[in-house]
């Protein structure tokens, strides 16, 4: 039996199964259950339908994303409006989502090498994630970076679909809740946080760039969308994997969970000694594959909009994703939580998400795609994404400035 390469997807995997998506999904499996499983499956077609556009794109013109918005902007205007605020926002959301990535790795690696997951037990572990992202990205080689990557995902799937099978889920609610789509009351903001914790803007920047370093032909396109139909999947698969964990440890069961970490205690029962270690793996390989694929997809994006080189060696491109790495080192080494630079990241993603989205359709009709632009289908589908993410980014903002 063969199985399919993996590729440029993997990353995108990689990006949006962060110390986030696991604290999202763990919080939702144990106050709802199994209820909100059809979310993520959503969210999964979403994503392979955004990312297939993607990397059409970037296979076709050999352009990355953010490369193909500033040529697309004929207004000098319009281009520095545009260009500015997507580099506002990969600047400020990749930095937050950097600190969250090195401090969830933080806290799995606290637990492997100590007894306790308090921030004070941590100090000296967001400077080593770091400094392991530093190294495997300034070796600037692409085939180095995926393969690190693919590892990871490998060792983080283990992790998380061990732990899934281990804890024996009652397949009928499973699959009820993964089929039936319903919203308990209170869900709403559960809802949203599970479907934007894989639909990640920078992702799309990330995809486009990479496939066009990988693939060069528009006949490769096969093997950019069969990459995709593996790798988006694999990341549902876990998303679902730590719902449904969650479900069967808290769920109706009265225990107050803040983070992720605070499932391997109740885990205990059900899967023995093991079970810390095994949710201290995920985290530690979820933290480090995502802080990895931030600070590249904002060189990536920011490279192609200030019309830099992208070439992995380059001064400029190492600058870019090491200024990402310092502002994560810096926040997640601070002794506060970054709840407002959270709250800032936010509104950033609020903006962008949408904006990106209506870029992508924009750009997938236009002649230079030539017979691969999007047919109705694929332009009936974006647009009910558009809708889906304005009505996201809408409900998002409106949370953020009720809280500010």
Same mark, same amino acid.
């Given at each position: 039996?063969?199985?399919?390469?993996?590729?440029?997807?993997?990353?995108?995997?990689?990006?949006?199964?962060?110390?986030?998506?696991?604290?999202?999904?763990?919080?939702? &499996?144990?106050? %709802?259950?199994?209820?909100?499983? =059809?979310? !993520? +499956?959503? #969210?999964?077609?979403?994503? @392979?339908? /955004?990312?297939?556009?993607?990397?059409?794109?970037?296979?076709?013109?050999?352009?990355?994303?953010?490369?193909?918005?500033?040529?697309?902007?004929?207004?000098?205007?319009?281009?520095?409006?545009?260009?500015?605020?997507?580099?506002?926002?990969?600047?400020?959301?990749?930095?937050?989502?950097?600190?969250?990535?090195?401090?969830?790795?933080?806290?799995?690696?606290?637990?492997?090498?100590?007894? &306790?997951?308090? %921030?004070?037990?941590?100090?000296? =572990?967001? !400077? +080593?994630? #770091?400094?392991?992202?530093? @190294?495997? /990205?300034?070796?600037?080689?692409?085939?180095?970076?995926?393969?690190?990557?693919?590892?990871?995902?490998?060792?983080?799937?283990?992790?998380?679909?061990?732990?899934?099978?281990?804890?024996?889920?009652?397949?009928?609610?499973?699959?009820?809740?993964?089929?039936?789509?319903?919203?308990?009351?209170?869900?709403?903001?559960?809802?949203?946080?599970?479907?934007?914790?894989?639909?990640?803007?920078?992702?799309?920047?990330?995809?486009?760039?990479?496939?066009?370093?990988?693939?060069?032909?528009?006949?490769?396109?096969?093997?950019?969308?069969?990459?995709?139909?593996?790798?988006?999947?694999?990341?549902?698969?876990?998303?679902?994997?730590?719902?449904?964990?969650?479900?069967?440890?808290?769920?109706?069961?009265?225990?107050?969970?803040?983070?992720?970490?605070?499932?391997?205690?109740?885990?205990?029962?059900?899967?023995?000694?093991?079970?810390?270690?095994?949710?201290?793996?995920?985290?530690?390989?979820?933290?480090?594959?995502?802080?990895?694929?931030?600070?590249?997809?904002?060189?990536?994006?920011?490279?192609?909009?200030?019309?830099?080189?992208?070439?992995?060696?380059?001064?400029?491109?190492?600058?870019?994703?090491?200024?990402?790495?310092?502002?994560?080192?810096?926040?997640?080494?601070?002794?506060?939580?970054?709840?407002?630079?959270?709250?800032?990241?936010?509104?950033?993603?609020?903006?962008?998400?949408?904006?990106?989205?209506?870029?992508?359709?924009?750009?997938?009709?236009?002649?230079?795609?030539?017979?691969?632009?999007?047919?109705?289908?694929?332009?009936?589908?974006?647009?009910?994404?558009?809708?889906?993410?304005?009505?996201?980014?809408?409900?998002?903002?409106?949370?953020?400035?009720?809280?500010?």
């Amino acid at each position: 039996m063969k199985f399919p390469q993996l590729g440029p997807a993997c990353l995108v995997t990689a990006a949006f199964i962060g110390p986030g998506t696991v604290i999202t999904a763990s919080l939702a &499996g144990a106050d %709802y259950g199994f209820s909100l499983l =059809w979310a !993520l +499956l959503f #969210s999964m077609v979403v994503t @392979i339908s /955004l990312q297939e556009m993607a990397a059409r794109l970037g296979i076709v013109t050999q352009k990355g994303l953010a490369e193909n918005i500033r040529e697309a902007c004929s207004s000098r205007v319009l281009k520095v409006a545009i260009g500015s605020l997507i580099m506002i926002a990969i600047v400020i959301g990749n930095g937050a989502y950097q600190s969250g990535n090195i401090l969830g790795a933080s806290l799995g690696l606290s637990h492997l090498f100590s007894d &306790g997951y308090l %921030y004070s037990q941590i100090s000296i =572990w967001p !400077l +080593l994630i #770091s400094l392991i992202a530093f @190294i495997i /990205l300034f070796k600037g080689n692409y085939q180095f970076i995926e393969r690190s990557l693919m590892c990871l995902v490998g060792l983080m799937s283990m992790a998380f679909l061990v732990t899934f099978i281990l804890t024996k889920p009652e397949l009928k609610l499973f699959f009820s809740g993964l089929l039936i789509p319903r919203i308990p009351a209170g869900a709403s903001l559960t809802i949203i946080a599970l479907i934007g914790t894989s639909v990640v803007p920078y992702s799309l920047f990330l995809h486009s760039s990479i496939v066009s370093k990988k693939w060069h032909k528009s006949d490769d396109l096969l093997l950019a969308r069969k990459d995709i139909f593996v790798s988006i999947p694999l990341g549902g698969l876990i998303s679902i994997a730590i719902v449904s964990t969650a479900a069967m440890a808290f769920f109706g069961k009265g225990i107050a969970i803040i983070n992720a970490a605070d499932l391997a205690p109740s885990l205990t029962p059900i899967m023995g000694e093991y079970s810390s270690v095994f949710i201290a793996i995920g985290l530690v390989t979820a933290g480090l594959s995502s802080a990895l694929t931030a600070p590249l997809a904002a060189a990536f994006a920011l490279s192609e909009i200030l019309n830099l080189s992208r070439d992995l060696h380059s001064i400029s491109f190492k600058v870019i994703w090491g200024g990402i790495i310092l502002i994560g080192a810096l926040i997640s080494s601070a002794d506060y939580e970054p709840i407002r630079v959270i709250f800032l990241a936010q509104i950033a993603n609020g903006i962008l998400l949408p904006l990106v989205t209506l870029f992508l359709l924009w750009i997938m009709n236009t002649e230079k795609l030539g017979a691969y632009k999007n047919g109705w289908f694929g332009n009936i589908s974006a647009v009910i994404i558009f809708c889906v993410t304005l009505v996201l980014s809408a409900r998002s903002l409106f949370i953020v400035f009720d809280k500010m």
